[in-house]
């Protein structure tokens, strides 16, 4: 491809103003001396400034006052999420300190406080781990049962 | 204010910010799609889907980018997403045709630029705008982000997610294709 070709295939985008620095440089030394492209350049410049000048079509202002609208409630909705998250954390980390405090408290009350320092499986234990287990399996239902319920929430809206 | 601030305050849930960014950004971003879409109705309702993708992908937006290019980004990948469901045709690249072989200088006769009243601007831009929707999509996409949104050609291959050189060759190849397609409309460069 001669240099002439190459710079023709770059007038369009030296009109639409997406050349390097160093292809402008180019382009403006070949116009100079070459009329047949000088010529092709000013016939893609009308189009390149008429695109520049299209009118904007514009959104109604009911449909920004929608989308204000729509995202104010998502908006919400992610504050919600974003709460019952810190809360579910919350209760989570007080569930769990709840459970290691109440094991001296348990084998005091039982009066066996002395076991702790070594610890049997005796009845008291595994009672004790039962319940413990209760809770948490009863806890982890209710979890899952929120979230299937927050999805379906979801998909409805 | 910046947008960089109306974006922090998003982050934090702000819905004034979010009011501000829709209001400065509500004419370039439904403009864009409905040069992508076409119809006003469909552009309308991508317009309501990307603000609420903004406020659901707002956290992960990393500041160091620049916002424009990450909402219009997300806008696309909307847009796209809708055609391929409901026009995949319309997503297609166009095959080499004939204008391709020929240069675009060989079909139009240059003339000498004829002084334009302002009457008829207005008609020759509507005349333009009817030639750009006959485009295919990547070249409409091109066009309207180069010169009515005034985008880099980085910015450009930002959104699009393809190589700077690739954007200028669909940019070249839009423009060749738009002067053919008002040639074709206007024998003789009448549109001008």
């Known amino acids: 491809m001669s240099d002439h070709d190459k710079i023709r295939e770059l007038l369009a985008l030296a009109a639409a103003g997406a050349l390097t620095r160093a292809e402008e440089q180019q382009v403006a ?15 893609w410049r009308p189009i390149a400034s008429e695109l520049r000048r299209l009118p904007t079509p514009q959104p109604s202002s009911w449909l920004v006052q929608a989308t204000l609208a729509r995202a104010e409630a998502k908006l919400t909705e992610q504050a919600e999420r974003d709460w019952n998250r810190r809360v579910m954390i919350a209760v989570v980390a007080f569930a769990w300190l709840q459970t290691i405090a109440s094991w001296p408290v348990f084998h005091f009350v039982s009066g066996r406080f002395g076991s702790l320092l070594e610890p049997q499986f005796s009845h008291t234990w595994i009672g004790f781990a039962a319940f413990t287990s209760l809770g948490w399996l009863a806890g982890g239902v209710a979890a899952v049962m929120l979230a299937i319920r927050q999805r379906g929430e979801r998909r409805l809206a | 204010m910046a947008v960089d601030a109306d974006v922090v305050r998003l982050r934090r849930g702000d819905l004034n910010a ?114 750009m929707a006959g485009l295919p999509m990547i070249y409409r996409e091109v066009l309207t982000l180069r010169f009515e949104d005034e985008m880099k050609i980085e910015e450009i291959a930002q959104v699009t997610a393809v190589p700077v050189s690739t954007v200028k060759s669909r940019l070249r190849r839009s423009l060749e294709q738009l002067r053919y397609a008002l040639e074709a409309r206007y024998p003789g460069g009448t549109w001008q």
């Open chain 2, 18 to 131: 979010l009011s501000e960014l829709i209001t400065r950004y509500q004419n370039r971003l439904y403009r864009y799609l409905l040069r992508i879409v076409r119809q006003p109705a469909e552009a309308e309702d991508l317009f309501q889907q990307t603000w609420l993708r903004v406020v659901e992908k707002i956290r992960s937006f990393d500041a160091s980018r620049n916002f424009d290019a990450w909402l219009f980004t997300l806008a696309r990948n909307l847009a796209i997403d809708h055609l391929r469901r409901t026009r995949p045709q319309s997503l297609d690249e166009p095959l080499a045709n004939s204008w391709h072989s020929e240069t675009v200088a060989d079909r139009i006769p240059c003339k000498d630029h004829t002084p334009l009243d302002h009457a008829l601007a207005a008609e020759r831009r509507t005349e333009i705008s009817e030639a």
């Open chain 1, 29 to 43: 030394e070949h116009v100079r001396s070459c009329i047949a492209c000088s010529n092709e350049l000013e016939a």
